[in-house]
Structure formats: structure tokens, C-alpha cells
């Protein structure tokens, strides 16, 4: 039982490349989320999912893009990569959401824009 | 304004000392989580709380949802509790908001 695997755990990219940050639980958890965490600011929202092919918008989904085609993954996709998605992006998942049972976290992806 | 705010900002304590964290928030909510990150950057969910009080060995979290107000309580605490510690409330219809954290520091 591995828990909550996040992929990769550091990257650095130009601006306006694309790449996916890769999410995956093997707890059967039905919510999904994304967040990004910033200096000085809390965790921001940027999508979850409630299920397999259901997502929605949290609260800073603009340049970012997800998909939910099975209940384990969860992929975020940064479709142009700007400087100021320069950030630690931490995917979440609980049993039943959102948050409604405890939240498992991944160890986090540090992201750099150049 | 933030709807969740967080106090102290930063705080360092002696081994051994009792710790007192807390969270206040402006919303209506359907719970409060407690979470705990490490200095290596890991997220670890301590505390889901709707009403009362829970612990779990040292931790203790209280909740007084007419106040719009939370604690998270340490005790005895060790230079291993050195952390950030954060307050995240739950909304209905999937909102969430989140304090900026406590940055813990235990001395030896």
C-alpha cells in the first residue's frame, strides 16, 4: 500500500513547454485534488475530482488541465508552462470527499519556470 | 483578508514546553483539518474535527464552532514536532480555505 505517489519530485522548465505532473493512489480514494503552495500563502485549490471522469475547477485552475480516466490516477497538465506556475505542487486524495475522511497527501513536486 | 487565519506566525519553544496553536476563521464550515509538514516539504493530516475535541498522544485539537475557533494543543513536545503546522477549513460545495501555517521550532 504505497499510499499517494506524485511524480516528479523536482522540475525545471522553460517558459511555454508542457508537462504532466503525475498523481497516483492505490487507496480506491473517490476525491482527487491538486494544489499549489506559494510563499507566505496558503494552499490553493486548483482541481479535484470526485470521481473517474468527473472533475471540476477549484480556486486557480487557469493554465492547467486534468483528467480522471480511473479511479487511481490523476495527472495535471500544464498546457504552457509560465513563470508564474513557478511553485510546490501537492496532489491529495481522501476516501470519500471532499476531505470527509482523512487526507492523504503526496510528497510534492517543486516546479521551476525559467 | 484571509478566512483563515493562523496564530502565532512562527514560534519557538523549549523541549518539554506546552505548545499552543490556533486557527480562527471567518466562514461557515463543515469541518477543520489540522496538518502537519515537514521540513522536507511531506504533508501529513493530523486532525479532522466537526465539533469537540480529539487526540492523538501528545496532539490535541479542539474546536469551538460558535466562536469560529480551533487549537491545536502539544505537549511535551520534542524537537521532532519542529514543523509547519496548518489549519484548513472545509466549506459546503467543495470549498476549501487554508491558513498560511505556524512554523514550529523545538529546541533541544
Known amino acids: 500500500n504505497a499510499g499517494v505517489t506524485q511524480t516528479p519530485k523536482f522540475q525545471v522548465l522553460k517558459t511555454g513547454q508542457s508537462m504532466t505532473l503525475q498523481c497516483a493512489q492505490d487507496m480506491n480514494h473517490e476525491y482527487m485534488s491538486w494544489y499549489r503552495q506559494d510563499p507566505g500563502m496558503g494552499l490553493r485549490l486548483i482541481h479535484y475530482s470526485v470521481g473517474a471522469g468527473i472533475t471540476d475547477q477549484g480556486e486557480v485552475p487557469n493554465g492547467y488541465n486534468v483528467s480522471r480516466s480511473t479511479t487511481e490516477d490523476f495527472p495535471l497538465r500544464l498546457l504552457s508552462a509560465a513563470p508564474s506556475q513557478t511553485s510546490v505542487y501537492f496532489c491529495?486524495?481522501?476516501?470519500?470527499?471532499?476531505?470527509?475522511?482523512?487526507?492523504?497527501f503526496g510528497q510534492g513536486t517543486r516546479l521551476t519556470v525559467v | 483578508k484571509n478566512e483563515v487565519e493562523q496564530s502565532p506566525q512562527n514560534l519557538t519553544a523549549q523541549e518539554g514546553e506546552f505548545i499552543t496553536i490556533n486557527c480562527s476563521y471567518s466562514v461557515g464550515i463543515s469541518a477543520l483539518h489540522w496538518l502537519q509538514q515537514h521540513p522536507g516539504g511531506g504533508i501529513v493530516s493530523l486532525f479532522m474535527?466537526?465539533?469537540g475535541k480529539k487526540k492523538h498522544g501528545r496532539l490535541i485539537a479542539t474546536i469551538n464552532i460558535q466562536e469560529k475557533h480551533s487549537s491545536l494543543h502539544i505537549t511535551a513536545s520534542h524537537p521532532r514536532d519542529s514543523a509547519v503546522y496548518i489549519c484548513a477549513v472545509r466549506r459546503a460545495g467543495n470549498q476549501f480555505y487554508f491558513g498560511t501555517g505556524t512554523s514550529l521550532t523545538v529546541i533541544p
Open positions: 491529495a486524495s481522501s476516501y470519500s470527499g471532499p476531505w470527509n475522511t482523512e487526507a492523504f
Open positions: 474535527l466537526s465539533s
